[in-house]
């Protein structure tokens, strides 16, 4: 079942789905414009990601299919199935948000310059519109069977193509590919889980030529534009054969790392056999060892020859590039120059120039002519004036060196006085020291003496008499 939106529906939500809501379009506009939204978002998003019943092993991702089959994988044993998913399908095609295969592959305009597509002929027509207003319910529209592609799902690709394409600045071999080199490179586009299908390669690649104009598509070959074009420019034979050879460097490299493989495995073969006493297993190991090894080297001088041409191409490409921007320039100066009307006008014009430079210089002279005739100073009064000022700021200089000198006195007061603290606190610990040690030498002066004292009173002779003390 679709995934109708990002939030879980309950089963009232999930009946007003399943049911035949066609007659809400008069009754209920807004309930059948919601109805309508999660239908579309459930079946684009059950497309994008693979999820719909299809008889291929890798499904299309851009396109659906409408038939017998979809309505069956849609069922539940609770709902049954959805009837209004022929109303769906009209009104996304209406939208132009489904656009049926035949239509968007054999028209040569653009899906977004079309009004919009239709299945109906001129009679659904008619009763389309009279159930629009209410006079015609037949109990629903009926589903016709077809393949439509998700205009959304088709956008998103594109997007996320463009987004790859324009990542750095790439020159023109850059922007060349062939089909299957393109096809391998953004088959994934929608995620890894789901590569997209061949068919949706076709649709991918047709909307971006003629929709998007973000690249040029001859059946074979691509070429994206180049920065700055409006457009991508038609296929050259020069892009074809630019085409073929990054295809053949691709399969020369697939072919090498096989080789190389193949090398390996070959060789410890034949050690295995060597190890097994088997000789003649391990010469047939060799022997197909050395012929992969020659093909092999053949395989990588190819590649480097190849490899080299590339190079060479892309480097003259650039170079074919950097002669456009620089026929370009020329002829942009050769018009700026003509404009400027050469040497001869441009010293006209600077003469001119300086003329009128003069005249104003001269028409200023004249206006300051009178006020200089005028004018009076007093050049005592200036002098005062300077003297004053010259006093002012001298008096100014004073008070700011005798901050600066009470401010150094106080620092030199301050440190002087810790100093001195630090002297007198040293001259403490020393006289306490001092003491300490007298007194030490005091208490070791009496225990000696003691000590003498006790042995003058102790005889060690044993046959001496203790003189009692």
């Known amino acids: ?138 109990g629903g529209d009926k589903l016709i069977n077809g393949k439509f592609v998700v205009l959304g799902n088709l956008e998103e690709a594109g997007k996320e193509v463009e987004r790859r394409a324009q990542e750095g600045v790439k ?15 953004y088959r994934n586009v929608l995620g890894k889980e789901h590569a997209l299908s061949e068919t949706d390669m076709g649709f991918l690649l047709k909307f971006l030529q003629r929709d998007k104009g973000l690249l040029s598509f001859d059946g074979s070959t691509i070429k994206f534009k180049a920065p700055g074009e409006k457009s991508a420019s038609p296929i050259t034979m020069e892009d074809t054969t630019i085409a073929s050879l990054k295809t053949l460097i691709k399969d020369l490299d697939l072919q090498t790392s096989v080789l190389t493989k193949r090398v390996d495995e070959l060789s410890l073969t034949a050690k295995e056999a060597v190890a097994r006493k088997n000789r003649v297993s391990a010469l047939a190991a060799l022997r197909s060892k050395n012929l992969a090894e020659t093909t092999l080297s053949k395989r990588h001088a190819t590649l480097a020859q190849l490899e080299e041409v590339i190079s060479k191409i892309e480097q003259a490409a650039d170079q074919v590039e950097l002669v456009r921007v620089m026929e370009g320039s020329t ?119 003691e000590i003498d004292e006790e042995f003058k009173r102790v005889s060690l002779d044993p046959t001496a008499e203790h003189v009692p003390s």
């Open 331 to 449: 002829k942009v100066l050769a018009g700026l120059n003509k404009e400027v009307g050469g040497v001869e006008r441009v010293d006209d014009v600077v003469d001119q120039l300086r003329e009128e430079m003069e005249r104003v210089d001269e028409v200023g002279n004249v206006i300051a002519e009178p006020g200089r005739e005028n004018v009076v100073v007093d050049e005592g009064e200036v002098d005062e004036e300077l003297e004053a000022m010259e006093r002012e700021e001298g008096e100014k200089e004073e008070a700011k060196e005798r901050v600066k000198r009470e401010e150094r006195e106080r620092r030199e007061t301050e440190e002087t006085r810790r100093r001195l603290d630090a002297l007198e606190q040293a001259e403490r610990e020393a006289a306490q020291a001092k003491t300490a040690a007298q007194k030490k030498a005091e208490q070791e002066s009496i225990a000696e003496k």
């Open 171 to 185: 020159g023109r071999v850059e922007r060349i590919y062939s089909k299957s080199l393109f096809q391998e490179i």
């Open 1 to 138: 079942m679709p995934t109708f939106t990002d939030k879980p529906l309950n089963r009232a939500r999930l009946g007003a789905l399943y049911s035949d809501f066609a007659p809400l379009r008069t009754l209920n506009p807004d309930g059948y414009q919601a109805n309508i939204q999660a239908w579309r978002h459930g079946l684009a998003s059950a497309t994008r990601a693979g999820v719909v019943p299809s008889r291929e092993s890798n499904p299309d991702l851009l396109s659906l299919t409408v038939d017998q089959e979809l309505l069956r994988a849609l069922e539940t044993k609770e709902w049954g199935m959805p009837l209004a998913l022929g109303t769906v399908i009209q009104d996304a095609v209406s939208k132009k948000e489904m656009i049926p295969v035949k239509e968007f592959v054999g028209s040569e305009e653009s899906v977004y310059a079309r009004k919009g597509w239709t299945l109906l002929g001129v009679g659904d027509v008619v009763r389309w519109g009279l159930k629009q207003v209410g006079l015609v319910n037949d």
